[in-house]
């Protein structure tokens, strides 16, 4: 067994470029040199900060030699992240998971948040596969809304942009969930990609049942290790690990986790309501 290659190949690298992404997000980039490392959408790294954790983030960008990860203030290690210049050390391993399937000639992506993290590397794959794709981004308000300049300035012509904000301030007044079903009665996609809050995900999960389309998920569980030794992320009743049979998971998989929009677990791996 090699250890290094299970391990993700532990590698410190240096912030080399600092993106603004929306009012509260940022993207950090970073050199990543390995000439082996393949990177699939969906696929995510163990982003180590000095002195204060190691967390699991998403790929957002991956343009070899360069990668990034896309970070919203949340917690003690993602506010430490965000707060990162050009120049400074962190630690990166990966990439790591099961990543999206890509097989699709219609598809309908939806991002709630962050969780446009790892739909934005999908987006631009189904994109160069001649995909017609309709992209909805959502969030709370406008401000928050992830890659929307970046998106909104394509001139892809097989790229529709829709926007959803639960306070009504750009595109559909009102949750993601209900902006979707107004989409879905008007378009006939064959697959739904998601990623964002598990509410929101298990709500599409159930249109999606409704209109008999395939369902593609990027789920998020506490995770210490990233690459299936301590278990952490299993999922209920399964045991099915987060780390290596996702974080992608697919509708007919998803229909035996119970957890699945339910609960989830703390760091202490205690049962939490959703």
């Not at 993106?19 to 990177?39: A, M």
């Not at 045991?239 to 989830?264: M, N, W």
Request: with cysteine.
């Amino acid at each position: 067994m090699n250890l290094d290659r299970l391990m993700g190949s532990p590698k410190s690298v240096r912030v080399i470029d600092v993106v603004k992404e929306s009012d509260k997000t940022r993207t950090l980039k970073f050199r990543y040199p390995s000439d082996d490392t393949r990177f699939h959408s969906g696929q995510f790294m163990m982003i180590w900060v000095p002195g204060v954790d190691e967390i699991p983030m998403s790929v957002s960008y991956w343009n070899p030699p360069d990668a990034g990860v896309t970070v919203a203030p949340i917690g003690e290690a993602t506010n430490a992240l965000i707060s990162l210049d050009v120049g400074q050390l962190i630690g990166v391993r990966g990439p790591f998971g099961t990543p999206f399937n890509t097989e699709s000639k219609k598809a309908l992506v939806v991002g709630g948040g962050i969780g446009m993290a790892p739909l934005r590397p999908l987006t631009y794959e189904l994109l160069r596969l001649d995909v017609q794709v309709t992209l909805l981004i959502a969030a709370r308000t406008k401000g928050e809304l992830v890659y929307l300049n970046e998106f909104d300035s394509s001139t892809k012509t097989n790229l529709q942009l829709q926007t959803s904000t639960d306070d009504g301030s750009m595109g559909y007044k009102g949750l993601a969930t209900e902006a979707s079903k107004e989409i879905l009665n008007g378009e006939t996609p064959d697959t739904l990609y998601t990623c964002g809050p598990e509410l929101m995900m298990f709500g599409l999960y159930e249109l999606a049942k409704e209109h008999r389309i395939a369902f593609q998920a990027s789920l998020e569980r506490f995770m210490k290790c990233g690459c299936g030794i301590c278990g952490t992320c299993a999922l209920d009743p399964t045991g099915a690990l987060v780390c290596v049979e996702g974080p992608v998971f697919r509708s007919d998989q998803l229909s035996k986790i119970t957890e699945f929009g339910k609960y989830h677990r703390d760091s202490m791996g205690l049962k939490k309501q959703y």
